[in-house]
């Protein structure tokens, strides 16, 4: 709308009374103030001004009308906020846009970037699955695609993006990506990235305990690694829940046909061992995590949503996961304008952000579906790796969130339901989710996602709510024998590792112990985990021995969200 119209529009609201045309002679041109105006547009507006500004405006009588003046452009300034997407830093509103540092065109136009865009797969056949036709799989073989486009750079250690975590008690979370600090009844509010380096995993895992866990870790990727597909297809750099067929020799294969899932986490793995695309001396991982983004970047495709990698039945889960593993090699490569690699993250939060259930708040397996926790709990993370990665996100759509999770939250927010609770029935009624530990799977994940959207330490619903959990532990006894869902381990230990005091050591030191004693040793199998679960079957080998590498890793992966 033009300036003219704009100021004629408020005049009528609230001036109605100078309605009728009145004629000033300003600049030797006959103007029409109000009513019609004539062909002098820039005289009009001045003399327009002039005249708000005028006697009639500052005169005695008028004293009502510059009262209720003021008030409508008061209220109309608050009313606006309403429409401003005002970011949500790490749990606080900022009043002040951050923008990211994304630029489209400029990413695309680096000289050192080799590009030629791939071609786009083929939705999934009626199965669920991601597999494509055999032509289009020629020709996604024949696309030269680079990720790596530093191949003249000298080789160099491997490190992370981020400086390494100091002692707590000389913290400046501000060095750290991610980073805003918040002094807040006595914590600093930080997260982000943690430092990934060989040195860092031993400082932070150290002793003998620590060795053996980072033994795990390592027999983990080995296993990984022997099971990629490197075959000619457009499969190739993937990984298969059911790997059945590619592999006679292990067993407890999954049933979950999405290779975009599979391929995320298990990339995920390997990114949280600090084994990046880039090219190192002690990057011995180089190539397989280069495979499995090229994979992951070549099957992402573009909707009016944005960059979608929701491939399989339950597609937001297998989006969610793909867009943390695109934003992670995002933000741990060392130059933040490097490649495609931040197109492809950067279209992935905008698919996040408009499949959210604009009524809910929430996330489930489709865009716009009513939310459960679990979904939602994977789009909120790649949220957050997105901002770790200075790329851009809404800070409305964490917002609607907390809705969601008031929608689910019961005795007063120390607790959690898979759904949206129905109030016409009780709680022991209410839909849960799938397993024996869906009930403490969904309070770990809940309490998790409110500290993610600012909970502290000191309130008295988390640290209740998470003494709770603590008390009930990682391990539960089946047959007389420990056992464990990872699942609910994965989210417990982010929660404990974020929450720190006692509860972190105690927790992680038994899940550790008990991971390095049932991780396979023998055979083909050697460096994978498996325990029978309605859910984690569905993953088969192939998501347990994903879940507890992150799990073994979250020392290092991740920096403490809260630290006195």
Not at 56 to 84: E, G, M, N
Not at 356 to 362: L, P, T
Request: hydrophobic share 35%.
């Amino acid at each position: 709308m033009r300036i003219y119209d704009i100021l004629h529009f408020l005049k009528q609201i609230f001036f109605p009374e100078w309605a009728k045309p009145r004629i000033r002679i300003l600049d030797s041109e006959v103007v029409y103030l109000v009513g019609k105006r004539s062909g002098g547009r820039g005289v009009g507006v001045i003399g327009l001004l002039l005249h708000c500004l005028g006697k009639r405006f500052f005169s005695l009588d008028r004293l009502a009308t510059i009262v209720s003046v003021l008030i409508h452009l008061i209220l109309f300034f608050l009313l606006s906020l309403l429409f401003f997407p005002l970011p949500f830093e790490d749990g606080l509103l900022d009043v002040l846009v951050r923008t990211g540092e994304f630029v489209k065109s400029e990413v695309v136009s680096e000289p050192e970037v080799t590009l030629v865009e791939p071609v786009t797969p083929s939705k999934e056949n009626a199965s669920g699955g991601d597999s494509a036709s055999p032509q289009e799989q020629q020709k996604n073989h024949a696309v030269e695609y680079e990720i790596i486009t530093n191949q003249d750079e000298p080789l160099e250690p491997t490190t992370s993006s981020v400086i390494e975590l100091p002692s707590e008690t000389s913290i400046d979370i501000k060095q750290q990506i991610g980073g805003s600090s918040r002094e807040r009844s006595g914590f600093q509010f930080g997260g982000g990235i943690g430092d990934r380096s060989n040195e860092s995993r031993n400082r932070l895992t150290g002793g003998a305990d620590g060795k053996r866990g980072e033994d795990a870790v390592e027999a983990a990727l080995a296993w990984f690694a022997a099971h990629q597909d490197k075959s000619s297809s457009n499969q190739s750099g993937s990984w298969s829940f059911d790997f059945s067929e590619s592999c006679g020799r292990c067993r407890n294969s999954g049933t979950h046909r999405s290779r975009v899932a599979a391929t995320a986490i298990v990339t995920l793995a390997f990114l949280g061992a600090g084994y990046t695309h880039e090219k190192s001396p002690t990057n011995k991982y180089q190539k397989v995590v280069e495979d499995a983004l090229y994979y992951l970047v070549t099957h992402t495709i573009d909707t009016d949503l944005g960059g979608a990698l929701n491939h399989g039945l339950e597609g937001m889960y297998s989006h969610g996961i793909a867009t943390i593993a695109l934003c992670e090699a995002s933000a741990m490569q060392k130059s933040s304008r490097k490649n495609v690699l931040r197109i492809k993250a950067q279209d992935a939060l905008r698919f996040i952000e408009n499949a959210q259930d604009r009524v809910g708040g929430g996330w489930r397996y489709k865009p716009n579906e009513s939310g459960d926790i679990s979904v939602t709990a994977w789009q909120v993370m790649a949220l957050k790796s997105g901002k770790i990665a200075n790329l851009s996100t809404s800070g409305i759509v964490f917002y609607k969130v907390n809705d969601f999770l008031d929608s689910v939250s019961y005795n007063g927010g120390r607790e959690y339901n898979y759904l949206p609770i129905n109030y016409n029935l009780p709680m022991s009624e209410q839909p849960r989710g799938n397993g024996g530990d869906s009930v403490w799977t969904s309070n770990a994940t809940g309490l998790l996602l409110r500290m993610y959207l600012s909970w502290e330490p000191g309130l008295v619903e988390l640290d209740e709510g998470v003494r709770i959990i603590a008390q009930r532990g990682p391990l539960r006894t089946a047959n007389g024998d420990f056992t464990c869902n990872l699942y609910y381990a994965y989210y417990g230990t982010l929660l404990m590792h974020h929450y720190g005091e006692s509860y972190w050591s105690d927790w992680y030191g038994k899940l550790r112990d008990f991971l390095v004693k049932t991780q396979s040793k023998n055979g083909h199998e050697a460096g994978s985990w498996h325990f029978p679960d309605s859910y984690c079957d569905k993953g088969g080998r192939l998501l347990n021995t994903a879940l507890a590498a992150l799990i073994l890793e979250t020392p290092y992966r991740y920096l403490p969200l809260y630290r006195k």
